[in-house]
């Protein structure tokens, strides 16, 4: 199973700019709509929402992307 996050969470995670970090702002655990891909979830494999710190644009990845930053501790 992969690491389970909460909403608040301050994560980081690799994008075609480098490093990025944010929070995570929604769980998804079934398939969604997102910017007009179907992002496939799952109770046991949810996708997370997170709203960058530097630009505020929001990513939508699965937990094995995602690395929990200090300030929490990490739930599996």
Do not use: C
Not at 10 to 30: F, K, L
């Amino acid at each position: 199973m992969a690491k389970a996050f909460r909403i608040g969470d301050h994560v980081s995670w690799n994008s075609e700019a480098g490093r990025v970090s944010g929070t995570i702002i929604a769980i998804h655990t079934r398939d969604f709509d997102y910017k007009g891909h179907v992002h496939h979830a799952s109770q046991s494999d949810p996708q997370y929402e997170i709203k960058s710190d530097k630009t505020e644009h929001v990513a939508a990845h699965k937990g094995k992307a995602l690395t929990l930053l200090s300030g929490g501790g990490s739930r599996s």
